[in-house]
């Protein structure tokens, strides 16, 4: 069993920036790929961006690239994962969800562990 806890988001003006946090502990917790997803009022769940274990490699979903930057930091316990989010637009507003998930799947939301989600909100 692994544990997902997400920190951050907000509410912030178009243009500006928003740090989140998404610690994961519990099994086997360091070999996990880690991502981050969002859902959008009336819209499905969409990929934002994912990092897979030791960060190793980085995927961005075109919509993000460019303003949105994805870490990782595998402590002894834990495995923390941030999005610092630049340059927000309206269109950025959403629940953003941490993930994890053995392999990284950036065209499905068909991973294993979800965090409870965090409110972002960009005002114009």
């Not at 086997?28 to 009022?41: I, L, N």
């Not at 961005?60 to 316990?77: L, M, P």
């Not at 629940?95 to 068909?110: E, I, L, N, Q, W």
Request: aromatic content about 12%; glycine content about 10%; charged content about 20%.
């Amino acid at each position: 069993q692994v544990h997902v806890v997400e920190s951050g988001g907000g509410l912030v003006q178009a243009g500006g920036s928003l740090r989140l946090s998404c610690a994961a502990s519990g099994d086997t917790f360091r070999r996990y790929s880690m991502g981050w997803f969002r859902q959008a009022p009336g819209k499905e769940r969409e990929f934002v961006a994912a990092i897979t274990r030791r960060g190793s490699t980085i995927y961005y979903a075109d919509s993000v690239k460019g303003r949105f930057t994805i870490s990782r930091d595998d402590a002894q316990n834990k495995s923390t994962i941030y999005l610092q989010m630049n340059s927000l637009k309206p269109e950025d507003t959403a629940v953003y969800y941490c993930a994890v998930d053995p392999r990284v799947k950036v065209s499905t939301v068909d991973w294993n562990y979800w965090g409870q989600g965090t409110q972002v909100t960009v005002s114009s």
